[in-house]
Structure formats: structure tokens, C-alpha cells
């Protein structure tokens, strides 16, 4: 498989979380362990397309990075417009989706059009 079908992969199954299990009632998801597990997967997707990015923008010379700090450095080299959406994306999905469990739907829904965006970027 490769990355692109992967990352897809990885949306895919937060979108069917929070759709099947999240339990939506107007503007707030009931049930935050899903959620949460939802935006840590979305969130992961987003880490694989900075480094699918980095991966293809620093070739041999390329390592996973060790922290957000880390990617932050290195994308503001290449691209402020991919690093603007993994700061959304860390910012909605990881903070207050994935550690804080906000049962905010319009705050999910930005993370996940930031990745979205993110993927749309490296394809």
C-alpha cells in the first residue's frame, strides 16, 4: 500500500468513527472517547503527509522528526502553507480533540479540512 492510499486510509476511518460512533446531536459529539480516538487518528494522518512531504523535499538526507517543534522547523523552510495547515490540524485535532475531548463539531470539522488540505498539497 502505498502512502497516499494509507494517509487516505487513515481519514477514512475518523471520518467513520466520528459518522457511526462519535453520536452527533446538533453541534456536539455525545460520546468524546470517540472523539478523541478519531482525532488522534486524523492527526496521525496529518504527521504522514508532513512526512510524505519532507520525505520527497529532503530525500536521503530525510528522518522522522521527534516532535511538533521539529516539524515546524523544517516545513517553515520548504512550505508555510502546508506548515499553516499541520498547525491547524495539531491545534484542533491533537490539543482539543485528541488530549482535551471537546465535543465541539465545528472544531473537529476544521482539523479536518485542514488535513484534508494537507493531503491535497502533496498529491
Not at 25 to 44: C, H, L, P, R, W
Amino acid at each position: 500500500m502505498n502512502h497516499y492510499q494509507e494517509i487516505t486510509r487513515y481519514l477514512d476511518n475518523a471520518r467513520e468513527i466520528l459518522s457511526t460512533k462519535a453520536n452527533k446531536e446538533g453541534q456536539e459529539y455525545k460520546d468524546i472517547k470517540y472523539v478523541q480516538m478519531a482525532s488522534g487518528t486524523a492527526y496521525n494522518a496529518a504527521l504522514m503527509i508532513a512526512d510524505e512531504y519532507l520525505r520527497k523535499k529532503e530525500g536521503a538526507k530525510f528522518t522522522k522528526p521527534n516532535s511538533i517543534d521539529e516539524y515546524r522547523i523544517r516545513l517553515s523552510k520548504h512550505h508555510k502553507t502546508l506548515l499553516s495547515y499541520l498547525n491547524e490540524a495539531y491545534d484542533t485535532l491533537h490539543l482539543a480533540g485528541y488530549y482535551h475531548g471537546t465535543p465541539s463539531v465545528r472544531t473537529i470539522k476544521v482539523g479536518m479540512e485542514a488535513t484534508q488540505k494537507m493531503l491535497a498539497l502533496i498529491d
